[in-house]
């Protein structure tokens, strides 16, 4: 399965952006779509999550309320819609795939990785 991100950008403080992450190749049914980012000098860390089939949802506590991610079955995508976004949630994104469909958190709990989108929040 092959992951790529895309749609970051430079927005402000309170502004929104959608991150869209296209998925190809042959990718399992029960898998888990994954959103992690890191900052300079950070660990990568867990964001947002997805069933591939659809329905479950799971989110990091630090973008419940402000982040939405969505599977888009048309386009083959999984998208991340930020909102209210601020100077900390500035950071490379990336999406990821977990064949088991586990729903973990962690980064060693997702095999297969796209490169990663920029998102820089100004004040």
């Known amino acids: 399965v092959q992951l790529q991100a895309s749609g970051g950008g430079l927005v402000q403080a309170g502004g929104s952006l959608r991150l869209s992450c296209a998925v190809s190749?042959?990718?399992?049914?029960?898998?888990?779509i994954g959103w992690f980012r890191q900052a300079p000098g950070k660990e990568r860390e867990f964001v947002a999550g997805?069933?591939?089939?659809?329905?479950?949802?799971y989110y990091a506590d630090f973008v419940k309320g402000r982040f939405t991610t969505s599977r888009d079955n048309a386009k083959n995508t999984v998208d991340l819609q930020m909102s209210s976004l601020k100077r900390g949630d500035s950071a490379i994104y990336y999406c990821?795939?977990?064949?088991?469909?586990?729903?973990?958190?962690?980064?060693?709990?997702?095999?297969?990785w796209g490169q990663g989108t920029q998102v820089t929040v100004s004040s």
């Open positions: 997805i069933a591939w089939s659809g329905g479950r949802t």
């Open positions: 190749g042959h990718i399992v049914t029960n898998s888990d």
């Open positions: 990821a795939s977990d064949p088991s469909g586990y729903g973990g958190t962690r980064v060693y709990d997702y095999e297969y």
